[in-house]
C-alpha cells in the first residue's frame, strides 16, 4: 500500500481539490448531525429546522411571527424549547432573576454585536462587557432618575405631549391617523434628552422628517443583521451610500454634528443635563476616535432604543381604548380631578399640568398602564444571554457552558398562574390586591427586562405614556375606523404597526 506523502504526490490537483471538498463536506454534516441529534441540546424539543439551523429563527422573524411561534411552542413542548443549533429559549419563571443578572450570564454576542452598526465599541445596549457597560451605565442612569424625570417635565414632557395631541382638536368624529404624531412626540423628546435639542418632528408638516425615515430602516435591517452579522464588517460607506440607508447617514450625521459641536464645550461637567454632556465628561481622557464612536453610537441608541418602544407602547394604549369606551371614560373621570373641566387644551401649560407623580397615584389609570405593557409589551421577543462557565440546571435538566438561552417578556407575561386568564386585558388584576399577591405579579412582569440591563429610559417611558394617556383620555373619544386594521407585528425583538398607519374615529370628550 502507498505511504499517505507518495499517495497525496500522486493525485492530480483537482484529486486533492475532490478530496479536500469531500472531508470538509463529511466534516459539517457530521458535526451538523452530532449538534442536532447526539449534542447536549438534543434533549430539548422545538422544530427540526431550529436543531441545524439558525435559519428557522430568522424565517419566523422575516416573516413576522417568531414571538408567536415560539410562545405557542412552549404551551405544547413545555418550558425548555430548541430555537436553534445552540439557542434555547425558557420559560421558567424562577430562572428569571438570575438570567438578567451580570453573572454568570452575560449579553449573546452573537445577538448584541449585530446591532452595533460597523463600531466596533458598541453602546449601552448591545456592549457585552460588564465593565465597560458599568462605567456608561452609571452616568446615563443618572439623567434618567425618578428625580431627574421630574425636571424635565414642565419645559420637555408637557409641552411635546401637549403639542402632539393638539392637531386633534379639529376632529368631530372624522378618521385620523394617530401613528405620526406619536412618533414624532417619541423621537423629538429623545432627541432633547440625548441632545438637549429635539429633531423638530413636532413642527415639521406631516410629521414627515429624515428621523423617521431613518428609524424605520434600522427596525427592518436589525433582524437580517442579526442572521448576517458579517454585513456589520463591510465598509459603511458601502451600506449608507446605498439609496434605501440614505435616511440612517443623515440621522448619524446629525449625531455627529451635535456631538463635534458638544466636545468643543469647555469643562463637560458630570451633571451635564443631556447623555451628549455627559459622555463628553466621561470620555475626556480616551482616544479622539474611540470617544467619537462611542458618543455618536451611543446618542443614536438613545433615539433608537427610546422613540418606537414608547411609540408602541401608546399605540396599544390607544387600541386598546378604542375598543372599550368605558375604559376611556373611567380614565378620564380620574384625571378630572387634575384637569377639571374649566381647562381647555389652549391653557393647559398654564393651568399647571398633574405630574407623572400624581398620575401614578389614580388607580384606574396605573392598573391600565400596567396591563397594557403586560398584555402587548413592546420588546416582546427573546434577549438572549449566554449560559456561564458552571452551566445552568432547570427543571431537572442540564444546559451546558456556552449555550444561548433567552426568556420573551410575552410568554412570562402569559404565566396562567399568577396572570388567571392571561389571554384577557385585564387592568383589574392589578386593583385592590395584596401585596404579595402584588410582588408576585411583579416578579413577573419584565417589560423592561431586570438586573443590571434593564431599560434605563424606564422612567422616561412611563411619564410620557402616562401623560399622554392622562390629556388624550381627558380631552379626547375614540372608536375604531370601520374597515382599518391596527394590528401589531413583530420581528422577533420589537413590535410595530401592520400597516404602518393608527386609525381612529375622533371627537371630542364629552365631560360629566
Ligand atoms: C415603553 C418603552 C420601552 C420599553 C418597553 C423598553 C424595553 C427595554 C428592554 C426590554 C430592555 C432590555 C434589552 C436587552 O436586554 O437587550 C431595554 C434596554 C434599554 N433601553 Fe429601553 N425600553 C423602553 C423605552 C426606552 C427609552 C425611552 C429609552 C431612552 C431614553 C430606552 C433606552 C434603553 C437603553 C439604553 C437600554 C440598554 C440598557 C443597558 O443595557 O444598560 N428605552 N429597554
Redesign the pocket.
Known amino acids: 500500500m502507498a505511504a499517505f506523502p507518495e499517495l497525496l504526490v500522486s493525485l492530480s490537483p483537482t484529486e486533492i481539490a475532490a478530496t479536500v471538498v469531500a472531508l470538509l463536506v463529511i466534516y459539517f454534516g457530521a458535526s451538523t448531525f452530532y449538534i442536532a441529534f447526539l449534542g447536549p441540546l438534543a434533549q430539548f424539543p422545538g422544530p427540526g429546522l431550529a436543531k441545524f439551523s439558525k435559519i428557522w429563527g430568522f424565517f419566523q422573524a422575516m416573516t413576522l411571527r417568531k414571538t408567536m411561534a415560539v410562545h405557542k411552542m412552549h404551551k405544547q413542548m413545555g418550558p425548555v424549547v430548541r430555537v436553534g443549533p445552540n439557542h434555547l429559549s425558557i420559560s421558567a419563571p424562577e430562572i428569571i432573576p438570575r438570567l438578567?443578572s451580570y453573572k454568570p450570564f452575560l449579553?449573546d454576542p452573537g445577538?448584541?454585536t449585530a446591532l452595533n452598526a460597523g463600531k466596533a465599541e458598541g453602546?449601552?445596549?448591545s456592549?457585552t462587557d460588564p465593565t465597560q457597560?458599568a462605567k456608561?451605565?452609571k452616568l446615563?442612569?443618572t439623567l434618567?432618575t425618578r428625580g431627574a424625570i421630574k425636571s424635565y417635565e414642565g419645559d420637555l414632557l408637557h409641552p411635546k405631549i401637549l403639542q402632539a395631541i393638539l392637531p386633534f382638536q379639529e376632529a368631530n368624529g372624522e378618521v385620523m391617523d394617530v401613528l405620526p404624531a406619536l412618533r414624532a412626540l417619541?423621537v423629538d423628546?429623545?432627541g432633547e434628552?440625548?441632545f438637549g435639542k429635539s429633531f423638530g418632528v413636532l413642527d415639521s408638516p406631516g410629521f414627515k422628517h429624515v428621523v423617521i425615515d431613518a428609524l424605520a430602516v434600522v427596525s427592518e435591517a436589525v433582524p437580517i443583521v442579526q442572521f448576517l452579522p458579517w454585513l456589520n464588517i463591510l465598509p459603511r460607506w458601502l451600506i449608507t451610500s446605498t439609496p434605501s440607508f440614505k435616511p440612517v447617514a443623515m440621522l448619524e450625521q446629525i449625531s455627529s454634528d451635535a456631538w463635534t459641536v458638544e466636545k468643543a464645550l469647555p469643562d463637560p461637567s458630570e451633571a451635564g443635563r443631556t447623555?451628549l454632556s455627559r459622555l463628553a465628561f466621561l470620555l475626556k481622557n480616551d482616544e479622539p476616535k474611540y470617544r467619537d464612536n462611542v458618543a455618536t453610537s451611543?446618542a443614536l441608541?438613545?433615539i433608537v432604543?427610546?422613540?418606537e418602544?414608547?411609540t408602541?407602547?401608546m399605540v396599544a394604549a390607544l387600541n386598546q381604548l378604542s375598543m372599550v369606551p368605558a375604559d376611556q371614560a373611567r380614565i378620564r373621570e380620574e384625571v378630572m380631578e387634575f384637569i377639571p373641566e374649566s381647562v381647555t387644551l389652549d391653557d393647559y401649560l398654564k393651568s399647571g399640568p398633574p405630574s407623572f407623580q400624581s398620575l401614578q397615584q389614580l388607580p384606574f389609570l396605573s392598573a391600565f398602564t400596567k396591563e397594557v405593557?403586560r398584555f402587548y409589551?413592546?420588546?416582546p421577543g427573546l434577549?438572549p444571554r449566554v449560559v456561564g462557565p458552571d452551566g445552568l440546571t432547570v427543571r431537572n435538566k442540564f444546559i451546558p457552558p456556552g449555550t444561548v438561552i433567552a426568556m420573551q417578556?410575552y410568554t412570562i407575561h402569559r404565566d396562567p398562574e399568577v396572570f388567571p386568564e392571561p389571554d384577557v386585558f385585564k387592568p383589574s388584576r392589578w386593583m385592590n390586591k395584596s401585596e404579595i399577591e402584588l410582588k408576585a405579579m411583579d416578579a413577573r412582569f419584565?417589560?423592561?427586562?431586570i438586573g443590571?440591563?434593564?431599560?434605563?429610559?424606564?422612567e422616561?417611558?412611563?411619564a410620557?405614556?402616562f401623560i399622554f394617556v392622562a390629556l388624550w383620555c381627558r380631552f379626547y373619544e375614540i372608536t375604531p375606523a370601520p374597515g382599518s386594521d391596527n394590528g401589531i407585528e413583530d420581528n422577533g425583538v420589537t413590535v410595530h404597526c401592520k400597516h404602518d398607519k393608527l386609525l381612529f374615529n375622533i371627537r371630542p370628550a364629552t365631560v360629566a
Not at 419584565?446 to 427586562?449: D, H, Q, R
Not at 443590571?452 to 424606564?458: F, I, K, N, S
Request: glycine share 6%; aromatic share 10%.
Open positions: 438578567y449579553k445577538f448584541y453602546h449601552l445596549v456592549q457597560h456608561r451605565r446615563i442612569a434618567l417619541t423628546a429623545a434628552l440625548t447623555v451611543e441608541t438613545m432604543g427610546g422613540s418602544t414608547t408602541m407602547a405593557l409589551p413592546p420588546v434577549l417578556s419584565i417589560a423592561f427586562s443590571v440591563r434593564a431599560c434605563v429610559g424606564q422616561f417611558a412611563m410620557q405614556i
